[in-house]
């Protein structure tokens, strides 16, 4: 990891910032409805840490054809029970494993220590722009309840966030890359191809980060600068 002074950039970076993991509470959710969905299943040959690898098996290749989602988790459920379970599921077991994911639908939204006023401080000196990943209705509706809108210039949801798709997102908001930062909590998803594309980057660890997010830091190309912070709030350190 490089090192940076305590003295702030000048104002005028673009910061784009992660939401899942990285402003709110999420991927704890899904690990409660699993958990009660292993339970539920009681598989009789299978353990409880083999039928979970069977999910996240599930869960690659519904998110490949289906994208990012509850709607795709919600599918992923299914076919586990059925291909585990070597029947097709009745209507009441249907019901009861919607169940488990309709509970991440409707929880709070928990924002992590000190996002709003960390963000709100931010957004005086700098332009923020939320890059998150998934069905469009779902991250949008968890931005407006989360209440930090207002800090955001731009959302932008997207299918995959690859080098590609960072390559493209800085061309359409004029970012400039030796001015621009990307913020968040996946390796995978944040910090690797945001490096690739020739931006910064920011890694914000996070406990329960999703296991298929999880991937080696890469280091950063010459010129381009990582930095590794334990806390939300540390932004202001150097932003």
């Not at 488990?100 to 992590?112: G, M, P, Q, R, S």
Request: include cysteine; proline fraction near 4%; charged fraction near 20%.
């Amino acid at each position: 990891m490089s090192s940076h002074n305590q003295s702030r950039r000048s104002p005028g970076d673009t910061l784009l910032i992660d939401a899942d993991d990285t402003l709110w509470e999420n991927n704890i959710y899904f690990e409660r409805a699993i958990a009660s969905f292993i339970s539920y299943l009681d598989h009789k040959v299978h353990t409880p840490a083999e039928v979970r690898e069977h999910l996240n098996h599930c869960e690659h290749a519904t998110i490949a054809a289906h994208g990012y989602g509850l709607r795709s988790f919600r599918r992923s459920l299914v076919n586990c029970f059925e291909q585990l379970s070597g029947c097709s599921v009745t209507d009441e077991e249907h019901q009861r494993i919607l169940g488990f994911a309709d509970c991440i639908a409707h929880h709070e939204i928990e924002l992590l220590p000190d996002v709003a006023g960390t963000l709100a401080d931010l957004s005086v000196r700098h332009r923020l722009i939320l890059v998150t990943k998934g069905d469009p209705a779902e991250q949008t509706g968890k931005l407006e309840r989360s209440g930090l809108a207002s800090s955001f210039t731009a959302v932008e949801v997207l299918p995959e966030k690859h080098h590609d798709a960072y390559l493209a997102l800085s061309a359409h908001h004029r970012c400039d890359a030796a001015r621009t930062w990307m913020i968040g909590n996946s390796p995978r998803s944040d910090i690797n191809p945001a490096l690739r594309a020739g931006l910064h980057a920011i890694f914000i660890p996070h406990n329960f980060t999703w296991i298929l997010e999880h991937e080696a830091v890469e280091q950063p190309p010459a010129g381009q600068n990582l930095l590794e912070l334990q806390a939300f709030r540390q932004l202001l350190d150097h932003f």
